[in-house]
């Protein structure tokens, strides 16, 4: 690389200050390092009173602790933020031969194969809580203000990268240059680092899309999640905090394009009657519907986390499936581990900080796939309306919710204190299913329709 004498100097640029990138480029400006934060558009101001943002996320106690020890946990909590302590699901599924258990239709409003989780019996005040992605956002980039050896790029966005020995040279759209020994891309699911770094990615996409409306509805806020499957996929409600006294909520719908589509088209009356008409009637009714949006759904892997001087985090890295709500909270583990591989060399000036990118790629990578995996499980045991299937899955959450200790491992599981115990590991599950002929056939019938599947760079 020829060297220039009009590139910035910094030890790391960050592209990307989405929630993963900032809670990044905060933590590392934190140990000491200079570091470049490029950013396409900085997040709006969220004003007191506003309508909820569309996006939200349930952010588990992992993820708070990170947020925490980076000081921008209590710009969230200023702003606001909604804890909760219950944790529903249930197969919605109706038996097809009559006579239907009636305990396991959807005319019950706690149906038999319900299972669970309440966060007092674990002796926890709560499983974590929801939080509109704006808010995140906005939290980390106030901290990120006061952090001084954070340099902000902003709106900016990545042009080239040219890696060699001893650095690597970035180049933005403004003609801006920047010179570092690691550039890390959190520049989400399309990331422009992980191609000009010429990574590949292996992605599949689902045949289900999810729907996101922000709604508010009748009586008080609620402190309760729940997700009921349907062969079409889950409908789930997450609460949001009451707002100058109206109780708000996201609820997201995963179903087929077509329907999806048809959903997006009805009027704001239409599609709160088709919410009521299609979720559990423990739904609370609902005043408004004013924002909703689509969103594809594809698991993804990057083939490498790392290469040369790049290096990838968050949704840049890998995709997961929503359905259990832990995409981000798997970035802020990447964030965690990065960090904590990079803070004993951040005091030493020569420290090359690209020797530690094998060992994070050796704990993020394997993580991400078990994480894709255990989604997977989800995703094509309830997508799946064969009678055998049905009959398993709700044995399963029968004898789930009278097993205290398996619940309990779950719910320390989506809360991010546990990781998954080697015997609970989902592949070694999917191995104790029973086994027809030839593995390729089980997928084949498990899967509701034959998925896409790219490998591309
Ligand atoms: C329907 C749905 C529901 C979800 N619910 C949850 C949930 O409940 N809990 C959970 O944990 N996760 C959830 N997720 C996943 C979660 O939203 C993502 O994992 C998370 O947003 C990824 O964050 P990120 O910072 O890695 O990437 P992104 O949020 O994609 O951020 C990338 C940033 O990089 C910037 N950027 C992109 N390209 C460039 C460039 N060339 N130059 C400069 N900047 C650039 C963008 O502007 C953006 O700010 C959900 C996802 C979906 C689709």
């Known amino acids: 690389m020829q060297e220039s004498a009009t590139a910035a100097p910094f030890d790391i640029v960050v592209v990307g200050a989405g929630m993963v990138g900032a ?11 200079r570091v470049a934060l490029v950013e396409r558009a900085a997040p709006a101001p969220v004003e007191p009173g506003s309508q909820p943002d569309l996006r939200v996320s349930a952010i588990n106690t992992h993820s708070e602790k990170l947020l925490r020890s980076l000081g921008a946990w209590q ?14 699901v249930w197969d919605a599924t109706e038996l097809p031969f009559p ?8 005319s019950q409003d706690t149906p038999l194969n319900e299972v669970r989780f309440d966060a007092r019996a674990l002796g926890q005040g709560q499983f974590g809580h929801i939080v509109e992605n704006g808010v995140t956002q906005w939290a980390l980039w106030s901290a990120i203000r006061t952090e001084p050896a954070v340099t902000c790029f902003c709106p900016d966005g990545l042009a080239t990268i040219s890696d060699s020995e001893t650095d690597v040279e970035v180049t933005l759209d403004s003609d801006s240059r920047l010179r570092a020994r690691l550039v890390i891309g959190a520049d989400g699911a399309t990331s422009k680092v992980r191609s000009l770094a ?11 899309q999810a729907l996101v409306a922000t709604v508010s509805h009748a009586g008080p806020p609620q402190t309760v999640t729940w997700q009921a499957f349907h062969p079409s996929g889950p409908r789930a409600y997450l609460p949001l905090p009451a707002i100058d006294g109206q109780s708000w909520a996201s609820l997201v719908w995963y179903d087929s394009p077509e329907r999806i589509a048809e959903l997006k088209l009805l009027s704001e009356a239409d599609f709160i009657q088709a919410i009521q008409t299609g979720f559990p009637r423990r739904l609370p009714r609902l005043t408004a519907a004013p924002a909703r949006a689509s969103f594809p759904l594809a698991k993804m892997q990057a083939n490498n986390y790392y290469k040369g001087r790049v290096a990838l985090i968050g949704d840049a890295a890998h995709t997961i499936n929503p359905l259990a709500g832990l995409g981000v909270n798997l970035g802020f583990q990447d964030v965690d581990c990065l960090l904590g591989l990079l803070e004993p060399l951040a005091e030493q000036p020569n420290a090359d900080p690209t020797h530690v990118l094998m060992r994070y790629q050796n704990q993020r990578r394997p993580a991400a796939q078990q994480m894709i995996w255990l989604m997977d499980l989800f995703y094509y045991s309830f997508s799946n309306s064969r009678l055998p299937v049905q009959l398993a899955r709700n044995l399963g959450l029968l004898a789930a919710q009278r097993l205290p200790m398996a619940k309990q491992l779950v719910a320390r599981y989506a809360m991010g204190v546990s990781t998954v115990p080697r015997s609970l590991s ?8 029973p086994r027809p002929p030839s593995p390729s056939a089980v ?15």
């Open 426 to 433: 989902p592949m070694e599950l999917i191995s104790h299913l």
């Open 23 to 33: 809670a990044l480029a905060l933590g590392l400006g934190r140990q000491g390092w």
């Open 198 to 208: 010429g990574i590949g990615v292996y992605r599949e996409q689902y045949e289900q």
């Open 99 to 106: 006579p239907r258990a009636p305990a396991l239709s959807r």
């Open 443 to 457: 997928l084949t019938r498990l899967r509701p329709r034959k998925p896409r599947a790219t490998s591309h760079h």
């Open 75 to 88: 710009g969230i909590e200023q702003c606001r933020l909604t804890p909760f302590d219950r944790l529903c």
